[in-house]
């Protein structure tokens, strides 16, 4: 491919070279026949002078034209000028030297055939220029006699022609040698320098003219002026490339300023992109994390169900619903798993999390698309029924929930059964505000608990009036610690082979200012829920310590006399009672080893590992640890040796029971065994009869307490006991001795 563009490029090259021969022979041949035909006579100074104007123009002056890629030869003029003068021999002479000089100065390769077609070139041109304006308008020296119209018709023609010669054959040239054709070629280098050749004859035919007039020495004293014009010119020339190359470089900083502009706009561009990219990614992430905080404060995290603040709103919207259409009836279900922290406890609270998410599905497979379920923490749950008929759909949603809970959990191999109260409120109740009706199916659930667990209860107004009794017991209970509205009974505690007087049981009372007496029954359980009881329990012992201590100092007889008090585990699991008994023994000056703290038992297994450490600190400081309602628990027998307890009560129902059957006189048997074995002191509750009496006896019980012996009485009536069973004039056993009532209330400063 290449070895062939060189070989068409050598072709090109030859055949242009056989071309410029050609001319170069005819332009010879003109020239030989102008010097043979050449008027010698006509030759004279002027001619010379034109001769070496000539020679020095077109070696050295080339005018360029601004803005065209040629220039302005005033050789040309010169040559028009030999022609209108001298006639056609002369100017084809003038023009191959011409042409050959110009020749010398435009070739850069300096190649002799380039020169000499150059001279060849003009030689011709001149000749068939000088032919054809001789042939047009016959001899051409005799212009100044024309008039001004022919002359320059015949200027323009004579330019006309020189410039379609001359530039037409060197075109030809071009044309061969680049592969163009000829009027591509003559028209892309050419066609621009016809204004040369034009200005060239007008510039002749005005020296021919004025020469005419001031003669040959005229034009050379006015030549001065042509060279000042043609300096003048030129130095325009300078003044315009300079300007165009000050502008030049002005568009060239101004292009580069461009370019740097153009290259900061994109850099921006590009930033800006990347800023506009990393707002985006912002602020998509900063809508992720908004979904994911809105889902979070309305969603549980363990189990995903709503939460509580999301059920209330729907509630909230079906309240409105029912308010607008009397006909739309809802219901709330409130859920608390039964015995849930038996099983945090024995299986672990990550066990429990999984028995909750599972529970959780369970759920809501008992439940349409349009119901909620949610849970609000711990064991509880709630469900929303949307649009039921009456409270038998709500029933059966109760019934459908405990029976699919009822099925054993198989979590991490291991089998967990639950079950469920559910408190269940109708909207037919009519609320304003969503907590009402979660509060009333709350206080249903409630209501299902104290009903023994695993059921269902239907809210009704006579609940809500227990309820808000409870409340406002809740409320009286707060004044009464502010206002020491306490006071303790004391029932005597008897030996029951010797009917001696050996302590009593403080017993609080509560006396309220409408109620009068409260019984402890009522109220304590109320005080443990809030946590009040941790204040009452401290007042209570205080109270007893200090009552028993004045009791010990009444009389010698009395210095063994001890103090039962109840003790809440709320009370024994903080960390300061421990602490706090200690000072009150120390401020009352009782003796550690008459006062017996009694113990639920139930309530020591929930909290085994806080009351291991708290009962061994307390019998470190000597003070006596009973255990209370003995055999109400489930699990009684087992955990009796791991704790320090000193005496062992046995629950009234056991004792009360004990004339009914064998049986029971067995349980209460194994229990004085099984106390005694571990070294415990056995006591019976709530003896009632002689006959309760001598079978504890024969069961080797040692000490009991009931109403045969005594009710709880007032410190007074207390004291006055004290007195009588000191004087002899009270015997626990003779039945005809009438008993010391503990009527008188005895209302305590604390
Ligand atoms: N039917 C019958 N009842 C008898 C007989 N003998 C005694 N009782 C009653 O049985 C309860 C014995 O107290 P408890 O088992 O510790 O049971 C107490 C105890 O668990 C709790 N409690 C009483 N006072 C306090 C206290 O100061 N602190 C704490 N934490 N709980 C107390 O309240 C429960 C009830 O106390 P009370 O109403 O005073 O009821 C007392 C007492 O009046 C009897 O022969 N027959």
């Not at 429990?352 to 809501?364: F, I, M, Q, S, W």
């Not at 310590?545 to 009791?551: H, K, L």
Request: charged fraction near 25%.
């Amino acid at each position: 491919m290449g070895e062939e563009v060189a070989k068409t490029t050598i072709d090109k090259q030859r055949f242009t070279d056989y071309y410029r021969w050609l001319i170069v022979a005819i332009g010879l041949l003109i020239a030989l026949r102008s010097i043979r035909s050449l008027p010698v006579e006509r030759l004279d100074l002027s001619l010379l002078f034109l001769t070496a104007m000539i020679v020095i123009t077109s070696l050295r002056f080339a005018i360029p034209i601004p803005r065209f890629d040629t220039n302005i030869t005033i050789s040309d003029a010169f040559i028009f000028l030999a022609l209108l003068l001298y006639g056609r021999e002369v100017a084809v002479l003038l023009a191959a030297a011409e042409g050959f000089c110009s020749g010398l100065r435009i070739s850069k390769s300096r190649r002799p055939l380039t020169i000499l077609f150059n001279s060849a070139a003009m030689a011709c041109s001149t000749f068939a220029t000088a032919i054809a304006v001789r042939s047009a308008f016959g001899d051409t020296s005799l212009l100044p006699d024309r008039n001004l119209p022919v002359t320059i018709t015949m200027l323009c023609a004579m330019a006309l022609v020189q410039f379609i010669g001359n530039t037409g054959l060197v075109a030809i040239g071009l044309a061969l040698k680049n592969d163009l054709s000829i009027l591509e070629a003559w028209y892309r280098n050419y066609l621009c320098s016809s204004l040369t050749y034009f200005i060239g004859a007008a510039i002749a035919g005005l020296i021919a003219y004025l020469g005419h007039y001031v003669g040959f020495y005229g034009l050379l004293i006015s030549s001065p002026v042509v060279l000042i014009l043609y300096l003048t010119y030129s130095k325009y020339l300078d003044d315009i490339r300079t300007a165009a190359a000050q502008a030049e470089l002005a568009e060239r900083q101004r292009a580069e300023f461009e370019r740097q502009r153009a290259e900061q706009a994109e850099r921006h561009v590009r930033e800006l992109n990347r800023y506009i990219a990393q707002l985006e990614q912002t602020s998509r992430a900063l809508k992720e994390s908004r979904e994911h905080f809105r889902y979070a404060a309305f969603h549980d995290a363990l189990t995903g169900l709503p939460n509580r603040a999301l059920f209330t709103d729907h509630v909230r919207l079906a309240i409105e619903r029912a308010k607008r259409r009397p006909e739309y009836i809802f219901s709330v279900l409130f859920l608390d798993l039964d015995r849930f922290k038996h099983i945090n406890d024995s299986l672990g609270y990550s066990f429990g999390d999984k028995l909750l998410v599972a529970t959780a599905r369970r759920l809501e497979s008992c439940l349409r698309q349009a119901d909620t379920v949610a849970r609000f923490g711990g064991d509880e749950f709630a469900v929303l029924l949307d649009g039921i008929r009456d409270s038998s759909d709500a029933v059966r949603v109760a019934e459908k929930i405990q029976e699919a809970l009822s099925a054993p959990f198989t979590i991490e191999r291991s089998e967990a059964f639950i079950t469920a109260s559910i408190g269940i409120a109708l909207s037919i109740s009519g609320y304003d505000h969503p907590d009402e009706i979660i509060r009333d199916a709350d206080i249903a659930m409630y209501r299902a608990k104290e009903g023994g667990k695993a059921r269902y209860e239907l809210f009704d107004k006579e609940m809500h009036s227990r309820a808000v009794a409870r409340l406002k017991m809740e409320n009286d209970l707060r004044r009464a610690i502010e206002r020491a509205e306490f006071c303790l009974h004391y029932q005597p505690i008897v030996e029951l082979e010797t009917g001696k007087l050996v302590g009593f049981e403080a017993l609080a009372r509560w006396h309220h200012p409408e109620r009068g007496l409260v019984s402890p029954a009522e109220f304590i359980p109320i005080a443990e829920e809030t946590g009040m009881i941790v204040p009452i329990g401290m007042l209570i012992l205080e109270e007893a310590c200090r009552q028993m201590s004045v009791w010990q100092q009444q009389s010698p007889a009395n210095k063994q006399l001890a103090i039962s008090v109840n003790i809440s585990s709320k009370n024994w699991i903080q960390s300061d009672f421990v602490a706090r008994v200690e000072s009150i023994l120390a401020r009352t000056g009782f003796p550690p080893h008459c006062l017996k703290l009694e113990v639920t038992e139930s309530l020591v297994l929930e909290n085994a590992d806080a009351a291991t450490t708290v009962f061994e600190q307390l019998r470190a400081l000597g003070v006596c640890l009973s255990i209370d309602d003995f055999g109400t628990g489930y699990s009684s027998l087992s955990y009796l040796h791991r704790f320090p307890f000193d005496a062992l009560k046995i629950d009234r129902s056991f004792i009360s029971n004990m004339g009914c059957s064998d049986e029971n006189i067995e349980i209460v048997r194994t229990i004085t065994r099984l106390a005694q074995n571990l070294g415990m002191e056995v006591i019976a509750e709530g003896i009632e009869t002689m006959e309760q009496v001598k079978i504890l006896r024969a069961l080797s019980c040692h000490y009991g307490q009931g109403y045969f012996f005594s009710k709880p009485l007032a410190a007074c009536a207390a004291e006055e006991l004290i007195r009588a069973v000191n004087s002899g004039e009270r015997d626990f056993f003779a039945l005809n001795s009438p008993p010391p009532i503990g009527s008188i209330e005895n209302k305590l400063i604390m």
